[in-house]
């Protein structure tokens, strides 16, 4: 069985972690822009706007990490807690989708697939087919789950608090951000303004699917540490100091001896 151990510490230490990853690839790919693309192979491993790069790799597996901590907290001790087990499954199986999105660029080819449907969808110049149809789905999966979110939020708010943040930040930059790429910047004409939206967007999604891990995070570690009456753990794991069993075994030894010499 793989175990493994982490602390709201180590949590904390990710979340900073993963911050400083993602401000670095975002100043590679400005700098990149400003030098005038320099060097073709840094340009195509570092394009925050490309596919089959290190960016997309590492939100990737940023979003897959995240659907496993949620997957994870649903098959915790405490799963008799709110919110169920069915409600973590589902939203971790939805972060792993996103995951595989990412990394298989699904939303980007969703226009081939519904080219008879895409010309009736709301679209920015000819541009984000994918929105209208993530947003569709995204509304259901809110309007069917909120009760879970009410019972979450009761019982681990600042977790939940956290993870709807994080949310937000995420939805600013593939969203929000995304249009005015799509309405302004996409006509070639400023070169060097696309890259700073694209390295905010990019950075937003990427910061914001941070904060969420940092979230579920807490929110697994806490519903872990939840006793419950069914749930007891089998065996518990205690360490005490070399140096302690030391001193008792001594005090032990005295004792033993000043009973000889008082009987004696």
């Not at 901590?69 to 939805?94: D, E, N, Q, W």
């Amino acid at each position: 069985m793989l175990q493994f151990r982490c602390s709201l510490q180590d949590a904390r230490k990710l979340l900073f972690s993963l911050f400083a990853v993602e401000i670095i690839l975002a100043v590679i790919f400005v700098a990149d822009y400003v030098m005038g693309k320099p060097s073709y192979s840094i340009h195509v491993l570092f394009d925050l706007d490309g596919e089959a790069c290190i960016p997309a790799w590492f939100s990737s597996m940023q979003l897959f990490l995240t659907g496993a901590v949620f997957l994870l907290a649903g098959r915790a001790p405490a799963a008799s807690r709110p919110p169920s087990a069915f409600f973590l499954t589902l939203i971790g199986a939805c972060f792993i989708f996103l995951s595989a999105d990412e990394a298989g660029m699904i939303h980007e080819r969703l226009r081939g697939l519904v080219k008879h449907a895409a010309a009736a969808m709301p679209q920015v110049n000819s541009h984000g087919a994918w929105i209208s149809i993530y947003a569709v789905v995204g509304t259901i999966l809110l309007l069917s789950s909120y009760r879970h979110l009410l019972s979450m939020f009761k019982f681990f708010r600042r977790e939940t608090a956290i993870i709807m943040s994080g949310f937000g930040i995420m939805c600013l930059g593939a969203v929000g951000l995304e249009i005015v790429s799509y309405a302004f910047l996409r006509n070639g004409a400023t070169p060097l303004l696309y890259a700073l939206e694209v390295a905010l967007e990019e950075f937003f999604e990427m910061a914001g699917a941070s904060v969420i891990l940092y979230g579920v995070t807490r929110f697994a570690i806490n519903r872990l540490q939840v006793p419950t009456m069914d749930a007891i753990p089998p065996a518990a794991t205690f360490s005490v100091p070399t140096s302690a069993i030391a001193d008792c075994s001594s005090t032990a030894m005295g004792q033993a001896a000043h009973s000889v010499d008082a009987t004696g």
